[in-house]
C-alpha cells in the first residue's frame, strides 16, 4: 500500500476509474469461486460462467463443447461483473453520497456500505430479470408438463424463481448471498486516491475530481 498525496492510503488503482476495474474484477472472481462451492454448504451451485455459456451458445453445443461453453460463458460474466462495478464506482458511490450524508466521505467503511448496498441492488435486477433468463433454457421445458412432487403447478419461471417454492426461496437467498460477497470485496477493495484532502472527492480516470 501506498500513501496517497491526501495523506490516504489507497488499496488499487489511483483513479476511481482503474480502481473500479480492477476491484470488480478481483470482487467477481472471489464471489464466482464462491459460488462453486456453495454446493459444499448444502447450496444452490451458482457456475454463472456455465450458465451464461448456454444462454448465449444455446444447450446443445454448451454440452457438447464443455470448455468453450465455460470459456465463453466466463468471458461475459467476468466482463458483466466489471461493468457493473464501474457503474458502481462511478455513478452509484458519488450519487449515494449527494442523498444520504453520512455516506458522503471517501472512506473505508462508506465504500463497504455501499457495496454492499450495492450487492441488494444487483441481487434484485438478477433475481428479477436475470436468473430467470438463464434459469429458463434449463428448465423451462420441464415447466410446461406436470412438475415433480412439491413444485407447484405448471409454470414459467418467473422473476424471483416464484415457480419453485421452497426451492425458490433457497435459490433467492443462495443469489443474495452471491451478490453480498461481490459487493463486500467490491467496497472493500475500490478505494481511489483523494484529490485535494476532501473526504468526498476523488479522481475520475481523467484526472478530474468526481463527487
Request: charged share 10%.
Amino acid at each position: 500500500m501506498e500513501e496517497s498525496d491526501s495523506g490516504f492510503k489507497y488499496l488499487i488503482g489511483r483513479n476511481a476509474g482503474k480502481s473500479a476495474v480492477i476491484s470488480a474484477f478481483i470482487a467477481t472472481h472471489v464471489a464466482t469461486m464462491a459460488g462453486l462451492w456453495f454446493d459444499g454448504a448444502r447450496l444452490p451451485k451458482f457456475d454463472f460462467n456455465n450458465l451464461n455459456g448456454y444462454l448465449v451458445l444455446g444447450l446443445g453445443y454448451g454440452f457438447a463443447n464443455p470448455a468453450i461453453n465455460f470459456a465463453i460463458g466466463g468471458i461475459i460474466h467476468y466482463t458483466s461483473g466489471i461493468i457493473w462495478g464501474v457503474i458502481f464506482a462511478l455513478i452509484f458511490h458519488p450519487a449515494i453520497g449527494r442523498f444520504v450524508k453520512p455516506l458522503r466521505a471517501l472512506t473505508p467503511i462508506n465504500n463497504y456500505v455501499k457495496g454492499v448496498i450495492w450487492g441488494v441492488v444487483l441481487w434484485i435486477i438478477s433475481s428479477a430479470f436475470w436468473m430467470p433468463l438463464l434459469i429458463g433454457p434449463l428448465l423451462g421445458p420441464f415447466l410446461t408438463a406436470p412438475p415433480p412432487s412439491g413444485l407447484g403447478a405448471p409454470c414459467g419461471v418467473g422473476p424471483f424463481l416464484s415457480c419453485f417454492a421452497f426451492y425458490g426461496i433457497q435459490a433467492n437467498l443462495t443469489n443474495l448471498l452471491w451478490h453480498t460477497i461481490y459487493g463486500v470485496n467490491l467496497g472493500l477493495l475500490f478505494s481511489p486516491t483523494l484529490v485535494s484532502g476532501s473526504r468526498s472527492t476523488w479522481r475520475s480516470s481523467a484526472g478530474v475530481g468526481v463527487r
